[in-house]
């Protein structure tokens, strides 16, 4: 059973960079099949399409965050990981990862999550 | 990219059928067959419910069905169960590789 497990230093200062990693277990992040997502929730707010990388290093990313995000993986470690710059209140979130199955024009969902990380963002 | 439109909230008594609808545009839901059904209890990892618009992962409850007309898909709980209170997210394929989620519905059983 796929299972992931987010993890991260804690509260963030605002303009500083957000880091999270990701640690996959019972699945290679080697997996051709499958990406990998990141996806956040704000405080009583629905969810966020981050965006995903594969493990070749191909990567996607929501346009609205497209500047300040960098996901890159560690096939070594199992582990992908996910980077926000210049950060405000406003990325205060979960931030959840998530395995991204997707090909052509097939599939597209997300079929197992971790349970979350709250990351705050205040000076 | 804006958010798929979703009630706020649905509610049911135990037994009853519930619809939950997911409103989008032609350059998502209406664009593909590609919607995806997620049930949310806070503080757990979300649980795929339907993929591909009506398709039920192995182990998910019969009691829930997908749909799809036009922009809108619909998700469909069937003799409601305490458990199924939670918060439930549409997700569709967007285009340019990438995905929208729902605003959420917060189900409740009476």
């Known amino acids: 059973q796929v299972q992931l497990q987010e993890s991260g230093p804690g509260p963030v200062k605002p303009s500083e960079t957000l880091s999270l990693t990701c640690t996959v277990s019972g699945a290679s992040v080697s997996t051709s099949t499958y990406y990998w997502s990141w996806i956040r929730q704000p405080p009583g707010k629905g969810l966020e399409w981050i965006g995903y990388?594969?493990?070749?290093?191909?990567?996607n990313y929501n346009p609205s965050l497209n500047s300040r995000v960098t996901i890159s993986v560690d096939t070594s470690k199992n582990q992908f990981s996910l980077k926000l710059t210049s950060v405000t209140a406003a990325d205060s979130a979960v931030y959840y990862c998530a395995r991204d199955h997707h090909s052509g024009y097939d599939y597209w969902y997300f079929d197992s999550w971790g349970q979350g990380t709250l990351v705050t963002v205040s000076p | 990219q804006s958010a798929l439109t979703q009630p706020a909230s649905v509610s049911g008594s135990p037994g009853q059928s519930i619809t939950i609808s997911c409103t989008g545009t032609s350059s998502d839901v209406g664009g593909y067959n590609l919607v995806s059904w997620y049930q949310h209890h806070p503080g757990k990892a979300p649980k795929l419910m339907i993929y591909e618009g009506s398709k039920r992962p192995s182990g998910v409850s019969n009691r829930f069905s997908g749909s799809k007309s036009g922009n809108t898909a619909s998700l469909t709980i069937s003799g409601l169960q305490a458990d199924d209170e939670a918060d439930f997210y549409c997700c569709s394929y967007a285009g340019s590789s990438s995905y929208v989620f729902g605003t959420g519905t917060k189900v409740s059983v009476l």
């Open positions: 990388i594969h493990y070749i290093g191909s990567t």
